[in-house]
C-alpha cells in the first residue's frame, strides 16, 4: 500500500457521460498530480494542485476540470465523454510543490472505460 | 505533450540473462528517476538520481545519470520472472516552477523461464 488512495477502481460509463475520480494523498504530502495513461501515449501528466491552489496544468482537455479540497484530497471530474477518454488515471503525491527527490508516490489507478 | 524517448519498447529475454534500457530527452533536467509498473498497479519508483554522471544501485539494477542531463540508462543483471513489467523512465525539474514528471512511454520486459 502506497498510501495514496484512488476510489473507485474501475468505472465503466456511456458517452456523454461525466464522472468524478477521487485521490488522497499520501498523510503529510500537500501536492497531488493527476496523469492520464493510455495504451500507445504512456503516463501523461494532466494537472498539480498544492494546497488547494493549482499549480501546474499539462495537456488537460477543457472538458476535464480538477480541484483539491482544504482536507486535501483531490477529485478529477471529466464530462462529455468520449471513447477516447478510456484510460488508467493515475494520482500521485508529493509533500513539496515542486516535486520530490525521491519522485512521487502514486495510486493504483482508476481504470475508465467508456462504452 | 513533453515525452522523453524510452527504448526499446519491449524486451523478451531469458531468465538469467541481463537487461539494458535507455531515455533520451531534449531538455535537460536535474534529476532522473526509474519506475516498475506491474499489471493493474500504480508505478512504484526503483531508482533516483540526483548529479550528472551519478551510477546508482539497487540490487540487481543499477542506472546512470547523463554527463549532458539529456540522458540516463537502467540495467537490469541476472532477470528473474518477477522482473516482468514495464519499466519508465522520468525527468524532473525538481524545485523549479514545475516539479511534475516527465514520463518515457516504457519499455515492457517479459522474462521466459
Known amino acids: 500500500d502506497s498510501g495514496v488512495t484512488q476510489t473507485p477502481k474501475h468505472l465503466i460509463t456511456a458517452t456523454g457521460q461525466r464522472v468524478t475520480l477521487r485521490c488522497s494523498p499520501r498523510?503529510?504530502?500537500?501536492?497531488v498530480y493527476w496523469y492520464q495513461q493510455s495504451l500507445d501515449q504512456g503516463l501523461q501528466f494532466l494537472i498539480q494542485?498544492?494546497?488547494?491552489?493549482?499549480?501546474a496544468k499539462g495537456n488537460i482537455l477543457e472538458r476535464f476540470s480538477a480541484q483539491q479540497f482544504p482536507d486535501l484530497h483531490s477529485e478529477l471530474n471529466l464530462s462529455s465523454l468520449e471513447l477516447g477518454d478510456s484510460a488508467l488515471y493515475f494520482c500521485a503525491s508529493t509533500q513539496r510543490p515542486a516535486g520530490s527527490l525521491n519522485g512521487y508516490t502514486f495510486g493504483s489507478g482508476t481504470r475508465l472505460t467508456v462504452v | 505533450g513533453q515525452q522523453l524517448n524510452q527504448s526499446p519498447q519491449s524486451m523478451f529475454i531469458q531468465e538469467g540473462e541481463d537487461v539494458s534500457m535507455n531515455c533520451t530527452s531534449s531538455?535537460?533536467?536535474?534529476?532522473w528517476l526509474w519506475y516498475k509498473q506491474d499489471p493493474g498497479e500504480g508505478p512504484v519508483l526503483l531508482i533516483a538520481?540526483?548529479?550528472?554522471?551519478e551510477l546508482t544501485s539497487n540490487g540487481r539494477l543499477t542506472a546512470q545519470f547523463g554527463i549532458t542531463r539529456k540522458d540516463s540508462f537502467l540495467n537490469i543483471s541476472a532477470s528473474i520472472p518477477s522482473d516482468v513489467g514495464i519499466y519508465f523512465c522520468?525527468?524532473?525539474?525538481?524545485?523549479?516552477?514545475?516539479?511534475?514528471?516527465?514520463f518515457g512511454k516504457g519499455t515492457k520486459l517479459s522474462v521466459k523461464p
Open positions: 498523510s503529510g504530502d500537500l501536492s
Open positions: 538520481l540526483y548529479k550528472a554522471g
Open positions: 494542485y498544492y494546497n488547494g491552489e493549482e499549480r
Open positions: 531538455s535537460i533536467f536535474n534529476t
Open positions: 522520468a525527468g524532473q525539474n525538481y524545485g523549479g516552477s514545475q516539479g511534475n514528471l516527465i
